[in-house]
């Protein structure tokens, strides 16, 4: 009588081990796509904040250029510190440890060089679709 109780019990833990492996395996899948969805959506969004940096030095070095007294040499310091961390930032290297630090610098000097032209500008993203009665559109 031992070995018929024996047997069903050996038949419950293998397939709770069946399920487990099972599960662990579609896990790994799902998550492996799950952190793909993730990197993406965060390396476009730094992107596109590291582009609106860029985007702001260029303008503010051709306003230097045509006229090189437009702004104070403290101004023209802080655009160029900003030039040289946006072409710092380790774009191919995103598990770069230096990627925090030079994106909260850049943040940093960007505001101070607004603070300093006296202007409110601002990155805030991407524009989403309002909720108003938008609609999604697809191409």
Same mark, same amino acid.
């Given at each position: 009588?031992?070995?018929?109780?024996?047997?069903?019990?050996?038949?419950?833990?293998?397939?709770?081990? !069946?399920?487990?492996?099972?599960?662990?395996?579609?896990?790994?899948?799902?998550?492996?796509? %799950?952190?793909? !969805?993730?990197?993406? /959506?965060?390396?476009?969004?730094?992107?596109?904040?590291?582009?609106?940096?860029?985007?702001?030095?260029?303008?503010?070095?051709?306003?230097?250029?045509?006229?090189?007294?437009?702004?104070?040499?403290?101004? !023209?310091?802080?655009?160029?510190?900003?030039?040289?961390?946006?072409?710092?930032?380790?774009?191919?290297?995103?598990?770069? %440890?230096?990627?925090? %630090?030079?994106?909260? +610098?850049?943040?940093? /000097?960007?505001?101070?060089?607004?603070?300093?032209?006296?202007?409110?500008?601002?990155? /805030?993203?991407?524009?989403?679709?309002?909720?108003?009665?938008?609609? +999604?559109?697809?191409?």
């Amino acid at each position: 009588m031992d070995d018929i109780f024996g047997e069903s019990l050996n038949f419950e833990e293998i397939h709770i081990k !069946q399920g487990f492996d099972e599960g662990h395996k579609d896990g790994l899948v799902a998550g492996k796509e %799950e952190a793909k !969805q993730v990197g993406l /959506k965060v390396g476009f969004e730094v992107g596109e904040e590291l582009g609106f940096y860029k985007g702001c030095v260029e303008v503010w070095n051709s306003a230097i250029r045509v006229d090189p007294t437009r702004f104070s040499t403290r101004v !023209q310091k802080g655009v160029k510190q900003m030039e040289e961390l946006v072409e710092r930032y380790p774009v191919m290297e995103p598990e770069n %440890e230096s990627v925090q %630090e030079i994106m909260e +610098d850049l943040r940093l /000097k960007f505001k101070a060089v607004c603070a300093s032209l006296g202007v409110k500008l601002e990155y /805030k993203g991407y524009p989403r679709a309002s909720s108003s009665g938008a609609k +999604d559109v697809a191409f």
